[in-house]
């Protein structure tokens, strides 16, 4: 059956990329799949390993998936630690990737900087988290931002390299199924998961800097639009967004070298849940002066009420944490049948 899986990092204020580019989506999938929604504080240690307020932000982002319309009863709503499970599944992968496929992924270069000797191992093995995360529910589908699709390359990679390296373990063990890689056919423990990322709001960029994308780890707090912000402060910090004096394009092939025009595009696009083709034949010809305020007004009536929710619902800590401790024992039960099938696939003894 499909079953998606992601996850947010309780690293700081969410904003308008996270909603868009993932929160948004993994409401909208609910209907059509069984969804495992996981606030992921153990990958929060790889950039920064002490936080002053781990459990607040695990809690705020949580009360920002349900403020969102994630329905924590028909899903699973969880925060990462609580499962052990996904820790001793990293380790095994740490075990099936390889080192030249971590060195290669930009975001740690990006993340770790010039100092690279200095970063965290754990900030290396990052994507070997991601993947334990993701297959530890043998997951079929993921729904992420764009920056987070070579992470997504390498869990196929993982788990190609799982099912192939144990191939005859699995088969011995028929715990093997069949699945479509390509044009092939083959059989294996692991799925080869999809992302589902695309659409206008896949990359949402920094509102001071087109070439950058919005972050939370961003030092400019007007470069994004926090999804608590209230109507005052989103309106400004779209007034002061870096643009360039043209009017906006009537076609998208307009938007060419024009990263900052084109970002405020796709981020109406996203909030307004159409194309940018259909923004441009509304506001093509339009100067920024008439199309900001109108952004501003779409992003206050978006946000907002969510906002709102999520305020409401992080005064109740007690249903919070409830929503948390219940998702994660839904959550464990899943990942120890998984992870008993790996370890027998491994050869590493267990009761039976
Ligand atoms: N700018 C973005 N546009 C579209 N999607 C985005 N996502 C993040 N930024 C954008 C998506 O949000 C989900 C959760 O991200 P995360 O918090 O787990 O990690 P991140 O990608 O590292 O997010 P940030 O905001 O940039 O945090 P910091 O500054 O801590 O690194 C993911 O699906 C991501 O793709």
Not at 96 to 110: L, P, S
Request: aromatic letters at 6%; hydrophobic letters at 40%; charged letters at 25%.
């Amino acid at each position: 059956k499909p079953l998606v899986f992601s996850g947010v990092q309780p690293t700081g204020n969410l904003h308008l990329g996270n909603y868009l580019g993932a929160i948004r989506r993994f409401v909208a999938l609910q209907d059509n799949y069984d969804c495992i929604y996981c606030v992921v504080d153990l990958h929060s240690l790889t950039a920064q390993l002490v936080h002053d307020d781990l459990e607040d932000q695990t809690r705020s982002i949580t009360a920002a998936f349900l403020a969102s319309g994630i329905d924590p009863q028909k899903h699973i709503v969880f925060n990462q630690s609580r499962v052990m499970q996904h820790a001793e599944l990293a380790w095994i992968f740490n075990c099936v990737a390889r080192i030249g496929w971590m060195n290669r992924m930009t975001q740690f270069k990006d993340k770790a900087g010039k100092d690279r000797e200095n970063a965290s191992l754990g900030l290396l093995a990052y994507p070997s988290l991601m993947a334990a995360d993701i297959l530890l529910y043998r997951a079929t589908h993921v729904p992420v931002g764009e920056d987070q699709k070579q992470h997504l390359e390498l869990t196929r990679d993982i788990a190609q390299k799982f099912n192939n390296d144990f191939s005859e373990r699995i088969a011995a063990r028929n715990l093997g199924v069949e699945m479509q890689v390509g044009d092939e056919t083959v059989n294996g423990y692991f799925p080869i998961t999809e992302p589902i990322i695309g659409g206008a709001a896949a990359r949402i960029m920094s509102l001071r800097d087109g070439s950058k994308k919005m972050s939370k780890s961003d030092p400019s707090d007007l470069s994004r639009i926090n999804l608590t912000d209230d109507a005052d402060t989103i309106s400004k910090k779209i007034k002061k967004a870096k643009t360039d004096p043209d009017a906006l394009p009537s076609e998208v092939d307009g938007l060419a070298g024009r990263p900052e025009a084109e970002n405020l595009v796709g981020i109406y696009a996203g909030l307004a849940d159409i194309s940018k083709e259909q923004v441009l034949k509304e506001f093509g010809g339009t100067q920024f002066s008439i199309f900001k305020p109108a952004l501003a007004e779409l992003a206050v009536v978006t946000m907002a009420p969510i906002a709102e929710e999520m305020r409401r619902i992080s005064a109740d800590r007690t249903y919070v944490d409830g929503v948390l401790s219940d998702g994660g024992d839904r959550a464990r039960a899943l990942a120890e049948a998984t992870m008993h099938d790996v370890r027998s696939i491994i050869g590493l003894l267990q009761d039976q």
